[in-house]
């Protein structure tokens, strides 16, 4: 393909390659789709497990780091982020959670109408190809696969799970569904022993339709305005600097990080601040980049009297049945995330919703420097990890470019544990994360606490000092109905610029209660949905 197009996406990550695809049904339609990085045809891609190996990988990962963070005793956190096609849903563990129906019906009571919950099901629902059926909620035929592992985890689940059972925590049987509340087992984006992504789900048939001009390697730098509004944009790809321009729209789905960054090098933001770096101002909007959120959490490490996956991936004979028992069947531990068994849970009576998201992972990595761990080296003991994190912290950070350069990374500030309110909630995991590692029959088998745990009156000086990202940073282009604020209204349209919308996890208002990958999933169908009804 070449000359102009209908529609310019630019990222072809989780959300891009979702809208590129759905743009490209419609009959006749051009669609330029943009992707700095390069091809996810590799094998530790394709790999379920092998997202421990492109953790640290610079050529499919941008490897963000944050700027100290006051909150975690000036320490700064590493923010891995996709760098290839597919995006992080190329290189993350694959966990699906859509969140509860209330994050989206607190997303419309901000203004945001058409977006509660029973606004998008919907989306959800058309998204997925779900082992587990509840009819009018869990989606079949979709793009994407969800797998039910229940059957193949770690036998060692059952036993977190009973643990929490015994103190009264209700036992879920999907997250996604309508009892999501309590502990269970965790579903991941697989279909037959490989990743799920959007990449494999939704773009690569997509491509064999036709419709769309993917190019990789392609660095957008910035947009092309006349006036008000965007009418394409301008980007380097091998050395050269290229445009292309769209009829109808372009798309930023460049995720929390790219796409406020790609607005502010354009003149889109904060006036002040884009002056002081030597961008023009074009137009001032002043929540580019800000309302930055995030799941901020710890581990506790446990050893085992009994075998974990430890003993299965840290031997070389562990490793080679682990290798063969894939090869013949796409199963066992290789076709699985490490992360199979968590919950949502109140971590006191008082809270009126769920309020923590717990993990139970039969794996550790008590030995091994965070820059070196590789999920196939586990330590060489038998342990497990328990872990949690607040589902709906208040802290809000931010992002800026530092310069007009366009592949300078940009200022990330999180502004973890900024609020009271978080820090309470840090208190109520801790507390519950003892309280489960207490109880039977998951007390029976523990050895030792391999990680000291502090004493209470030291257990935020302990979280400061350990807690780091999830790595579900969202809100910096903020929908909402008031430009002073929010960065796209509620059919994701930057307000004031014609011609531009933003459809990926930077548009959430707030958080979700979980893992980020299924929500922007669904914002990236309702946003394709919404883009050809205004088409």
């Known amino acids: 393909m070449s000359g102009d197009y209908d529609y310019i996406v630019i990222g072809a990550g989780t959300a ?28 530790m891609i394709q790999l379920p497990i092998g997202y421990g190996r492109t953790f640290f990988d610079p050529k499919v990962n941008w490897m963000y780091d944050t700027d100290p963070v006051p909150g975690l005793d000036g320490r700064s956190s590493y923010w891995p982020r996709g760098k290839v096609v597919g995006g992080s849903g190329s290189i993350n563990a694959m966990v699906h959670v859509r969140g509860f129906a209330h994050d989206f019906d607190d997303w419309r009571a901000a203004g945001n109408v058409g977006w509660g919950w029973f606004d998008v099901l919907p989306h959800f629902i058309r998204a997925e190809d779900s082992d587990i059926a509840e009819p009018g909620v869990r989606g079949h035929g979709g793009p994407q696969h969800v797998t039910d592992i229940s059957a193949k985890a770690h036998p060692l689940c059952q036993r ?38 959007t990449a494999n789900a939704y773009l690569r048939p997509a491509l064999r339709r036709g419709g769309i001009d993917l190019q990789t390697g392609a660095q957008a730098t910035r947009l092309l305005l006349d006036g008000k509004r965007v009418i394409g944009t301008e980007y380097r790809q091998h050395g050269r600097l290229k445009t292309a321009r769209a009829r109808c729209e372009v798309v930023l789905c460049l995720g929390a990080i790219g796409s406020p960054q790609l607005l502010q090098l354009s003149g889109i933001g904060d006036g002040a601040h884009l002056g002081a770096t030597g961008i023009e101002p074009l137009h001032h909007l002043p929540g580019v980049g800000a309302n930055l959120q995030d799941h901020l959490a710890v581990s506790y490490f446990y050893g085992s009297t009994v075998p974990t996956l430890n003993q299965e991936l840290g031997p070389l004979l562990g490793k080679a049945r682990a290798a063969l028992n894939y090869a013949w069947n796409r199963g066992g531990p290789l076709g699985m995330s490490v992360n199979q068994a968590g919950g949502f849970v109140r971590g006191a009576p008082s809270e009126t919703r769920p309020n923590l998201q717990l993990y139970f992972a039969p794996v550790s990595y008590t030995q091994t420097p965070l820059s070196e761990r590789r999920l196939a080296n586990p330590d060489p003991f038998p342990a497990f990890l328990l ?22 990374p940009p200022q990330i500030q999180p502004n973890y544990l900024d609020t009271e309110h978080d820090l309470a909630e840090a208190q109520q995991g801790i507390a519950m994360i003892r309280r489960i590692a207490a109880a039977g029959p998951l007390a029976d088998i523990i050895t030792a606490r391999l990680v000291p745990e502090a004493e209470p009156a030291n257990w935020i000086a302990d979280f400061r000092a350990r807690a780091d990202t999830v790595y579900h940073p969202v809100g910096t282009c903020m929908m909402g109905p008031d430009p002073a604020h929010a960065v796209v209204d509620q059919r994701l349209r930057v307000h004031g610029i014609a011609g531009l919308r933003v459809a990926d996890a930077s548009i959430f208002p707030g958080i979700t209660s979980g893992n980020t990958n299924a929500p922007t999933v669904m914002v990236a169908e309702k946003g394709a949905a919404l883009l050809l009804e205004d088409a």
């Open 160 to 197: 977190f799970i009973a643990a929490g059972a015994g103190l009264g925590v209700p036992v879920s049987p999907d997250f996604n569904g309508s009892k999501g509340e309590g502990l269970g087992i965790f579903q991941i984006n697989t279909r037959n022993g490989r990743r799920a992504s």
């Open 387 to 408: 872990s949690f994190n607040a589902c709906r912290p208040t802290s809000r950070g931010w992002l800026r470019i530092k310069s007009s350069d366009p592949f300078a």
């Open 16 to 43: 891009g390659c979702v809208v590129a695809s759905r743009l490209a049904e419609r009959p006749g339609t051009r669609v330029l789709l943009l992707e700095a990085g390069g091809s996810d045809r590799r094998l």
